[in-house]
Structure formats: C-alpha cells, structure tokens
C-alpha cells in the first residue's frame, strides 16, 4: 500500500516516544508498503509561539532567549539520544543551530517592533515543525531506512496569502508535490515532511490553521494518490461520545467522511475543519490511529462505508462553553435582508455563530456562540441594531449544545421524537432545536448543568440500547 501516515506533536516529546514512531515507521515499511511521513512540532511549541505573538509586548528579552534556550534543549537532548551516527548527528545538530539563529533573529527582530503580523506570525509558527522534522529523518537515517527531510515548500504545497490559515492552490500543488515524491518514493526513500506549512506565490511562509498537519497529510496523499492516511494520535478513534462523560463510550469502526466532519467538530478528536477536503471524492481514506495502542485498528474514515451498522445514529457528541443570543424586535419582521445585515456585523468582529434559528414569525433570530465571544458579539449588537432593528437582546450564557449525529437517521422516521423523549424523560428543557436537511446531525440546545444527563440518556437511547 502506499501509505501518508501523520504523527502528532504529542507523540514525539521524549526519546522513548520517538523510537516507538521509528519503529512504527520501520514495521510498516518492512511489510512492502510506500510511505510519507509527516510531523507535527514537539508537543506545546505552537502554543507557546502563539502565545508569544499574540501578546509580543508581554515578553521582554530574557524571556525570549529563556524561551530559544529551552527549545533548542527540548530538541538537542532528543538528537543526542536518537541518533547515533555522529557524521550524522553533528550535520543534524549543525542544521538545528542554523534554524534557531534563524528563530533568535526573527523573534529579537519582532520584539523590537513590538509588532506582529500574520505573515510573521507564520513564519515563526514555521519554526516547530521546520525544527522537529529534520530530527524524524535523520532517526530513520540512523535506524538503518533511507529517508529525507523536505519542508512544506520544498515538497510544493503552494498556497493563497492568507497568513495563518492558508488555503492550498489544489492543482498547482498536487503537479509539484508528485513530482517531487514520486521520484523519492522509486529510490525506496520515505521522505519527511513538515506538516501545517505552505508557502504562497512569493515564496512566503504560510501556515494552513490549527492543527494543520492532519490537513498536509490529505493534501499530500491526494497528490500521489495514496491509498490511506494514517493521522497517529493518542487515541483510539473516534468515539461513540467523549468516554470522560460516558463511561461505556466505544471507539467507532467505521464513519462515513460526513459522519467524520461532524464528528471532528464537535468531538474528542480535534481535526482541522478542511482536513478532508483534498480527499473528498477520491478512493483515499483516513484512518485514526493511537500509536501508543498499535494493536487497534482505529477509526476507518472512508468514502463508502461498507460496514452496514444498524445503528441509526453513531455518535452523541458536546460542545460546551457557549452562549445563547436571542434578538427580537418587530423590525425584524417582513424585512428582507435583515439577518444578513446582523450576520455581517458579527462577522466583521470575528464572531463566529455556531447554531442559527429563526421563527417563522421572523420575530426573533436565535444565535449560538463559543463564550470566549459572547462580549464582541453583544457590543456589536448593541452599537449596530438596539433600538433600530432590534427592541430585545436576551442572552444565556451557560449553555451547551448536543448533537445526535449519524447517516442512518436520513429518512429514519421518529429519530427527533426519540432523541427529545429521552431527554425529557430526565426532566430536562430543550431551548433551542437545529436539523440541517442533510439529516446527518440532530442538534439542540440546553443548559450546561444537564448536560452529562443528556449525553448518558441518549447514548443508552440509541447506541447502547
Ligand atoms: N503544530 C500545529 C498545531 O499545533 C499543527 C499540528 O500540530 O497539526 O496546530
Ligand atoms: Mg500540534
């Protein structure tokens, strides 16, 4: 098979963690199998970047060269246990310096301006995967595999100027990256690739979003054709609802790459939003898997489900730390465009509405927005509509919301009178209700105090049965 396989961040902070990676890598390679490997940064370096960006004029000098001072240890101490060859090792080492002087005269350079901008906001974001990469190869070098180390411009993903969550130019990219693996791949080379980088049409250094690596490993699987992605984690899979509120929660076999958008959204496993875009449409699948746990087969993410469940629905998933915005307002009523004008608003501010619903009446217009939001989006409202279009601004603001998700319930007769029978069997109150016409998420609104119950009685109505 040829194979893309992703390792995450966490996988790879400590000695131990990266030899079972190498030998993760290595069984499967000995099994004839072609493969690309992609890596995220160490475990926390994106964080701490970000951190570092977002608040510049926070940090003095001596915290920044406290900060390059333990980066650079986290990844020479790994370098002296890993990799044994010393030619290889002071070339490895050499290349490590090299990058963090880089670093050094890009972040001192920042914190001088006491300014950062999103292009070199990426460019430092670079750093943790462009420095993490290069240690993989060489490990893989050392354990007897020809390997080499490309990163994200290199191997040619190309992309748009929008610095820190860049969209890839799909054709472009797909011509440049076959081109330059396809030929690694007939010498029995496994290239290494930095995950979550890109670089646009004038050769900056651009970052793909969050959790950007699971995104590289689809984009390029798609260009050679893969036949799967392997995303490791340290999880199993996705899963039935997050087991910290289910105690008997299972890992799913199977989810069709719908299920799997609305699940990655909502639920345990955190998956870039457009992760499977370059796949859609293609025979390629995804599977997730826990590189700690190498006997599970994980989650399969798959085009065409073959695994016929029964199950109507296959997962109950949360997401908590919202707010509930009512506006009503008899402005709102019989005018066209009134929601536009509101949804721009909130938009222009960066707010971003999870759940919409509107009465019939037009009388009120129902949002749902993560917490951290709640304030930019009531002072928008407020400075743009109250006592114009809006007479009413009704806010809850410790509310969660619940999602019944599965392709089975499509054309399924009475999912929503069992979904909201066991809820209100548990006394519960429902607030707010939303069902797109897809039919592959039921979801809905209550307080956060009940949520556990909820999750616990729909999970016993619908999977565990
Ligand atoms: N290092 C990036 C992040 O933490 C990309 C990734 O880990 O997938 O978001
Ligand atoms: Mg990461």
């Known amino acids: 098979m040829r194979l893309v396989m992703k390792f995450g961040g966490s996988l790879l902070d400590n000695e131990i963690k990266l030899n079972n990676v190498i030998n993760i890598i290595k069984s499967y390679y000995s099994l004839n199998n072609e493969i690309v490997v992609i890596i995220s940064a160490l475990n926390g370096i994106t964080d701490k970047i970000l951190d570092i960006c977002d608040h510049i004029k926070k940090f003095n000098k001596e915290s920044l060269y406290l900060f390059l001072k333990n980066t650079e240890i986290a990844h020479t101490n790994l370098i002296e246990k890993i990799v044994l060859d010393e030619k290889e090792k002071s070339k490895l080492l050499q290349l490590i310096s090299n990058l963090m002087n880089e670093f050094r005269d890009v972040l001192l350079g920042i914190s001088i301006l006491g300014e950062v901008t999103p292009k070199s906001k990426d460019y430092l974001l670079s750093f943790g995967e462009r420095l993490s990469t290069p240690i993989v190869s060489c490990a893989l070098n050392s354990a007897g595999l020809k390997s080499s180390y490309l990163n994200g411009k290199e191997v040619g993903i190309l992309t748009n100027s929008h610095f820190g969550d860049a969209k890839p130019l799909m054709d472009t990219t797909k011509f440049r990256v076959h081109h330059k693996i396809e030929p690694l791949l007939k010498e029995k080379t496994i290239p290494v690739v930095t995950g979550f980088i890109g670089c646009d049409q004038n050769g900056n250094i651009t970052t793909i979003g969050r959790g950007g690596s699971d995104y590289s490993a689809t984009i390029i699987a798609a260009s050679i054709n893969a036949d799967e992605v392997w995303l490791w984690g340290d999880i199993d899979g996705l899963m039935t609802a997050d087991p910290k509120i289910v105690k008997d929660a299972i890992v799913l076999e199977e989810v069709s790459v719908s299920e799997a958008l609305e699940l990655s959204m909502f639920g345990s496993k955190y998956m870039h939003p457009r992760a499977l875009e370059p796949i859609m449409d293609s025979k390629i699948s995804v599977r997730i898997r826990n590189a700690n746990n190498i006997d599970h087969p994980g989650t399969l993410i798959t085009q065409r489900p073959s695994f016929t469940s029964n199950k109507i629905v296959k997962s109950i998933t949360v997401i908590r730390n919202t707010a509930l915005i ?140």
Request: net charge neutral.
């Open 326 to 465: 009512d506006v009503s307002g008899g402005g709102l009523i019989g005018t066209p465009g009134t929601a536009a004008k509101i949804f721009d608003a909130l938009a222009k501010n960066q707010v971003n509405i999870m759940m919409i619903s509107q009465t019939p009446s037009e009388s009120s217009i129902t949002m749902v927005v993560k917490k951290q939001d709640i304030d930019k989006a009531i002072i928008t409202l407020e400075l743009n509509f109250l006592g114009k279009l809006i007479k009413r601004i009704d806010v809850s603001d410790n509310v969660a919301i619940i999602a019944v998700v599965g392709m089975g319930m499509r054309g399924i007769k009475g999912v929503a009178a069992r979904t909201f029978g066991a809820v209100a069997k548990k006394n519960i109150n429902v607030i707010m209700i939303t069902q797109g016409s897809s039919e592959l998420n039921l979801a809905f609104v209550i307080e956060d105090k009940n949520c556990e119950e909820a999750v616990n009685a729909l999970h016993q109505e619908f999977i565990k049965m």
